[in-house]
C-alpha cells in the first residue's frame, strides 16, 4: 500500500512540473489550455517539489511525511481551484492523498502518545535499585521459586528496576480464525511502581492495519485498539475486572524478569514441588495465578482464572506457556512463548510470541 501511495503521489507531483515547464516556455503543456504565469509557474515547481519530498520521506518511512504531504496538496488544491476547467480531476487525487495524510498524522499521534506515557512511566519510576539478590533474600519463598531463581542465574544481580522488550508476534484474534496474523510489538516495564506499557501492530489484511496498546498503572488497566490508528474499535478502562485482568498479565510476564519474583506486592504460596501460587496487590487491583516448572526449576507455564473480557461474567481459564527459552543478558528467561484460554468448545490458542531483544535497567527512556 505504501509503494502504491508513493507512485501516486510521485506521479502526481511530476503533472505539476510541466505546469512550471509551460510557464517558463520549456514545454508546452496542452493538458493546460490557458496560460500560466511564471508566477504561478514557481507555485507549481514548488508543488512538485514538495510532492516529491513526500515520495521520498514515505520510501524512506519516516514518521513526518505528512506535513510535507499537506503542504503539497494545499499548494495543488489552490492550482487546480485557478486552473479548475482544465485541472479539476486533480483534486480526487488530492483527496486520496490527503485520506492518506490523516492516516499518517494519526499513526505518528498514536506513536507519540505511547512514547510520552512511555517517557512518564520511566521518569516515575524509581530506577535505581543497588540491592543484590542473595540466597538469603530467598528464604521466605516457596522451594520452587527459589529454584526457578537459582536456575534462572538471578543470584548475585541486581534487582531489576526496569526492562525494555521488543516481540515478533502471530495472532488470532478470533477462535474460528484458522490463519495467524504476524505483527510486533513493544513493551516497557517498571518494578518501582509497578507498571507497563504494550504497543501492538499488525495488520487485517494487505489495507487495513490495527494498532493497539495495553497499560497497567497506579494499579488501573487501559486497553485500545485502533483501525489505522485512527478508528477506535475496542476500548477499556475504569474497570475492575479490567484491572485484575491487566494485573495478572503484569504477574505472568515477571517470568522476564525474574527478580520481580522478591516485590513488597507479591505473596508466595507453595502448591507442590514443581509450582506454586503467586497474588499480588497493588493499589485496589488484585489477582493471582500459578507459577508451573520442570523438575530443573525451569518456568514451563502461568495459569489463572482471567477476565477475557470487560463484559464477561465469570473468568476464563488463561495459560501462558513457555516454548522455548535462552539466556539474556545472563538471565535465562522464556524467549517464545503461547498463550491461550480455555473456551466451552476448545482451547484457544490467540498468541505466540517471540522476544527479538530485551534489555534490563535502561538509564534513559528515548523520546525519538
Known amino acids: 500500500m505504501r509503494i502504491v501511495l508513493t507512485i501516486l503521489i510521485a506521479i502526481h507531483g511530476v503533472i505539476h512540473l510541466f505546469g512550471f515547464l509551460k510557464a517558463f516556455s520549456i514545454f508546452e503543456f496542452n493538458a493546460i489550455s490557458h496560460p500560466i504565469n511564471k508566477a504561478f509557474g514557481i507555485i507549481w515547481l514548488f508543488t512538485f ?15 513526518y511525511w505528512w506535513i510535507i504531504g499537506i503542504i503539497a496538496i494545499i499548494l495543488s488544491q489552490f492550482l487546480i481551484i485557478n486552473y479548475w476547467s482544465d485541472a479539476k480531476l486533480g483534486t480526487a487525487v488530492n483527496v486520496i492523498i490527503l485520506l492518506a495524510t490523516i492516516i499518517g498524522y494519526s499513526n505518528f499521534n498514536f506513536k507519540e502518545k505511547i512514547k510520552r506515557e512511555r517517557i512518564e512511566q520511566f521518569e516515575n519510576s524509581q530506577i535505581k535499585n543497588e540491592n543484590i539478590v542473595t540466597p538469603k533474600s530467598l528464604l521466605d519463598l516457596p522451594l520452587i521459586i527459589q529454584k526457578w531463581l537459582t536456575n534462572s542465574g538471578t543470584i548475585g544481580k541486581k534487582v531489576i528496576s526496569n526492562v525494555y522488550i521488543t516481540q515478533e508476534l502471530q495472532l488470532k484474534l478470533k477462535p474460528e480464525q484458522t490463519t495467524w496474523k504476524n505483527g510486533s510489538a513493544e513493551q516497557f516495564f517498571t518494578m518501582q511502581p509497578p507498571a507497563f506499557i504494550w504497543n501492538i501492530n499488525t495488520k487485517m489484511n494487505s489495507i487495513l492495519s490495527v494498532s493497539g496498546r495495553d497499560k497497567f498503572k497506579d494499579g488501573k488497566g487501559e486497553m485500545i485498539i485502533k483501525l489505522l490508528s485512527l478508528i477506535p474499535v475496542a476500548k477499556a478502562k475504569d474497570n475492575e475486572k479490567v484491572n485484575q485482568a491487566t494485573l495478572q498479565r503484569y504477574l505472568a510476564e515477571i517470568v522476564w524478569f525474574p527478580s ?13 514441588d514443581y509450582s506454586a501460587r503467586a497474588t499480588m496487590e497493588y493499589n485496589g487491583a488484585k489477582g ?44 535465562k528467561i522464556p524467549v517464545e512463548c503461547e498463550a491461550s484460554w480455555e473456551l466451552e468448545n476448545g482451547t484457544w490458542i490467540w498468541l505466540k510470541l517471540k522476544i527479538t531483544d530485551i534489555q534490563y535497567d535502561i538509564k534513559k527512556m528515548s523520546d525519538g
Open 49 to 63: 517539489l514538495f510532492f516529491t519530498i513526500t515520495s521520498v520521506l514515505l520510501i524512506i518511512q519516516s514518521n
Open 260 to 272: 520481580a519474583s522478591l516485590s513488597q506486592y507479591l505473596k508466595w504460596e507453595n502448591i507442590d
Open 288 to 331: 493471582s495465578g500459578e507459577f508451573h516448572f520442570d523438575t530443573e526449576g525451569n518456568f514451563e507455564k502461568f495459569v489463572s482464572m482471567r477476565y477475557k473480557d470487560s463484559d464477561d461474567t465469570e473468568p476464563t481459564k488463561w495459560t501462558v506457556k513457555a516454548t522455548k527459552s535462552e539466556e539474556r543478558n545472563g538471565i
